[in-house]
């Protein structure tokens, strides 16, 4: 019987579990065998599989995490690393390898492609920021879970008439902030798609109290040009000017760790079954990613290497917004 194989790469992402369990009974239903390599490319390098049935993958919909176990794989970025994982795979008798995770597991996808291994990838990072796929798995829910955060910040500032900034993650990507922001009803955000500036973002929350708010927030981005930890220090320093007490807020790996809402869980679900439906057609070495409302899949080669900036719409938004 032919076999499928799946492993979870990079960045853990809430929606994970309902890709694996998607791929694998998918799988089962149309004839396939499957195992799950576990703790990423690294367990995939050394050979450490097992095979997963439909009760295996049982009541993991609502968690968040992967439960195959994830890592950031440095072997994988040598040649060696690449041609043990490949052949790992042919020694596991796997016909097909899905890929669930984000760029650098997708980049890392594409190279063991050109190596003739038969992968195809899911889209699923926190950070939104896969070219390809208008969403990936995890980033509604690191949304959910960021907002309910400022949400809460937003009654301590309000009481206390205090300025907030609270740093989300996205690495290079702006995404998490600019709709965490907007959706929050923060005063100001601050992205990587934009140039920063301390002393006109001190003007805007300053501004935000001269209109008579009670509070005013930041959402900002951690790879802004000046992070949370930046900006802290120029309001420190300036403290006396600004008149208002700042404080900061990293929310850091707390937004990875949500479980997942209705949304990731059916994402995750029909990009597990489309890699499937893309495997039995032999179609490799493509990403699964979600396009206008459905999974559509996308050559790995324009994938790799490239990332996919925040809406620059979004942020005029949030500037009209803040009033
Ligand atoms: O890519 C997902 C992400 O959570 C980024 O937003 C963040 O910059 C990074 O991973 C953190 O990586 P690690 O968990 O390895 O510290």
Not at 74 to 92: F, H, K, T, V
Not at 97 to 126: D, F, H
């Amino acid at each position: 019987m032919a076999r499928i194989a799946v492993l979870t790469s990079g960045g853990d992402a809430p929606g994970m579990n309902a890709a694996i369990r998607s791929v694998v009974r998918s799988a089962l239903a149309a004839g396939f065998e499957v195992v799950g390599f576990r703790t990423g490319y690294t367990g995939l390098i050394a050979g450490d599989w097992r095979k997963l049935g439909a009760r295996e993958v049982g009541g993991v919909m609502h968690l968040g995490g992967t439960m195959l176990g994830t890592t950031r794989c440095e072997m994988l970025r040598r040649e060696q690393g690449r041609r043990d994982a490949r052949r790992s795979l042919e020694s596991a008798g796997a016909a097909a390898l899905v890929v669930i995770g984000g760029n650098g597991s997708q980049t890392g996808a594409y190279e063991l492609a050109k190596l003739g291994a038969p992968v195809i990838g899911i889209a699923s990072t926190i950070d939104n920021d896969l070219y390809g796929s208008d969403v990936t798995i995890g980033a509604t829910t690191a949304v959910d879970v960021a907002l309910q955060s400022i949400d809460r910040l937003r009654v301590t500032a309000a009481s206390m008439r205090r300025a907030f900034l609270v740093e989300v993650m996205g690495r290079d990507c702006g995404y998490l902030a600019l709709v965490a922001g907007i959706a929050g009803g923060a005063e100001a955000i601050v992205v990587p798609e934009a140039k920063s500036d301390p002393a006109a973002l001190a003007e805007e929350l300053r501004a935000a109290y001269a209109r008579g708010k009670s509070h005013a927030i930041a959402v900002v981005a951690e790879g802004a040009e000046y992070d949370g930890d930046a900006l802290m220090e120029y309001f420190r320093a300036h403290r006396e000017r600004l008149g208002f007490e700042m404080r900061l807020t990293k929310l850091g790996h707390v937004q990875r760790g949500g479980a997942p809402g209705s949304f990731d869980r059916m994402l995750g679900t029909t990009l597990g079954a489309a890699a499937v439906e893309a495997a039995a057609q032999g179609r490799f070495g493509r990403l699964i990613g979600y396009r206008d409302g459905k999974a559509a899949d996308t050559p790995l080669d324009e994938v790799a290497g490239r990332t996919r900036p925040a809406d620059a719409g979004l942020l005029e938004l949030a500037r009209v917004l803040a009033m």
